[in-house]
């Protein structure tokens, strides 16, 4: 038999008469004519070469061969159902998955590792490849070669184009070596503009917090410029002082050895994080999967109120 020649929708309908027992029970529950049934009834007799059902008083008997098939095409259209029903499902305890996700060092450090914390006996199935925020992050995620950025809005201009979600804000402090001779709890914004300053980089492009105290018209006396992932740690021993992100310096305050400060400029912004993906991935349910759990550490870390889409 050439199965390509085959409509299994056949199937269904033998599956219904062989439950049913009768034509017109067959037709009411498929929501079809019974003179629909009664040729499909004989298309199957045609396929199986076999009467199938046989009229006996006011009833049908099913003959041997359709006794034998019952089960077996029963079993074949619970089987098809599974199949095609597995994009409404995803059950991260068994599934065997990779998901690659593009975020800086900072990132990966105070939001992305208690993910793979959980990862490792919530769902030891599901891997990840965290690659670092290239100068061509929109392009890796439009094509493809990414199915998850998460960026600084601020930093990530198309991102409209993109569906995407809020994750968290955070804001910068000033960070200094916590035995720095000149500044005790509170610095002002003439020593701000005065001690030596640890400027802050994002790969070959100055940070935003570079780029607001520039557009503030904010004077530094520039002596090192760093990753700003790297920059905390090079404070220790030393009069400079830098810009870091708050949650990253209380993550790393300790280890670093610096003092965290209030700034002293009234108009510094925080920054917004958000995650960005592709038509692609929006609805599969793996992936679907992926962004509440991010969305829910967001929402444990530090709450936000309208996240949007």
Not at 20 to 45: D, F, K, P
Not at 120 to 148: C, K, M, N, V
Not at 229 to 241: E, K, M, N, Q, V
Request: aromatic share 6%; net charge negative.
């Amino acid at each position: 038999m050439d199965l390509h020649r085959v409509d299994l929708n056949l199937l269904v309908a033998f599956d219904m008469l062989m439950t049913e027992r009768s034509v017109t029970r067959a037709a009411q529950r498929l929501s079809v004519g019974q003179s629909a049934m009664s040729s499909t009834l004989n298309r199957l007799r045609k396929l199986f070469d076999d009467p199938l059902l046989i009229r006996e008083g006011r009833g049908l008997v099913a003959t041997p061969l359709a006794e034998s098939l019952a089960i077996s095409v029963g079993e074949l259209l619970t089987g098809i159902d599974s199949v095609l029903s597995q994009r409404d499902r995803f059950d991260a305890s068994s599934a065997e998955r990779t998901f690659s996700i593009i975020a800086n060092d900072y990132l990966t450090m105070t939001f992305l590792q208690p993910l793979i914390a959980r990862l490792s006996t919530d769902a030891p199935g599901i891997r990840l490849r965290i690659f670092p925020t290239g100068d061509d992050f929109a392009e890796q995620l439009r094509g493809h070669r990414a199915d998850l950025l998460v960026i600084p809005q601020e930093a990530f201009e198309d991102h409209a184009e993109f569906h995407f979600r809020v994750l968290f804000r955070d804001r910068y402090v000033v960070a200094v070596d916590e035995d720095h001779p000149e500044v005790g709890d509170q610095i002002s914004l003439e020593q701000f503009g005065s001690l030596p300053y640890l400027a802050t980089s994002s790969g070959h492009r100055r940070s935003l917090a570079e780029m607001q105290l520039d557009f503030l018209g904010v004077p530094r006396r520039t002596e090192i410029t760093a990753g700003f992932g790297l920059a905390p740690f090079l404070l220790r021993g030393t009069r400079l002082i830098t810009l870091v992100h708050e949650r990253l310096a209380l993550r790393i305050g300790e280890a670093a050895g610096i003092r965290l400060l209030e700034p002293p400029i009234r108009r510094l912004q925080p920054i917004t994080e958000i995650m960005a993906w592709t038509s692609r991935t929006d609805q599969d349910p793996g992936h679907r999967w992926l962004r509440d759990q991010l969305l829910d550490l967001a929402d444990q870390q530090h709450p936000l109120q309208g996240r949007r889409e």
